[in-house]
């Protein structure tokens, strides 16, 4: 099956940037929606933005303006690009498949601490 490895994560300033990656080990990567998820500690897993293989793209209302979701599909890679990073952004962030999310599947994560 598919393997999704991210990376990117780290320690930034509230008003950073950091740009996250997801690489995909498959050749169905261009035909496949892409999302990236978030948790931080003591909540739900919550989606932040997903892009289909059309390139049509939701985010998430927290995020909206400051994160942009974008794919290489010559690189099979998935990238989430986050802009003026508040502490509240702070969580361990995945990317995923819709197959794998309903197969309740998760890769280990790359994690985003923002300080104030």
């Known amino acids: 099956q598919v393997q999704l490895v991210e990376s990117g994560g780290g320690l930034v300033q509230a008003g950073g940037s950091l740009r996250l990656s997801c690489a995909a080990s498959?050749?169905?990567?261009?035909?496949?929606?892409m999302g990236w998820y978030r948790q931080a500690p003591g909540k739900q897993r919550e989606l932040v933005a997903r892009?289909?293989?059309?390139?049509?793209?939701n985010y998430a209302d927290s995020i909206k303006g400051r994160f942009t979701i974008y794919r290489d599909n010559a690189k099979n890679t998935v990238y989430l690009q986050m802009n003026s990073l508040k502490p509240e952004d702070t969580a361990v962030y995945y990317c995923?498949?819709?197959?794998?999310?309903?197969?309740?599947?998760w890769g280990q994560g790359t994690q985003v601490t923002v300080s104030s």
């Open positions: 995923n498949t819709d197959t794998r999310v309903q197969q309740g599947y």
């Open positions: 498959s050749s169905i990567f261009s035909i496949t929606a």
């Open positions: 892009i289909t293989s059309g390139g049509s793209r």
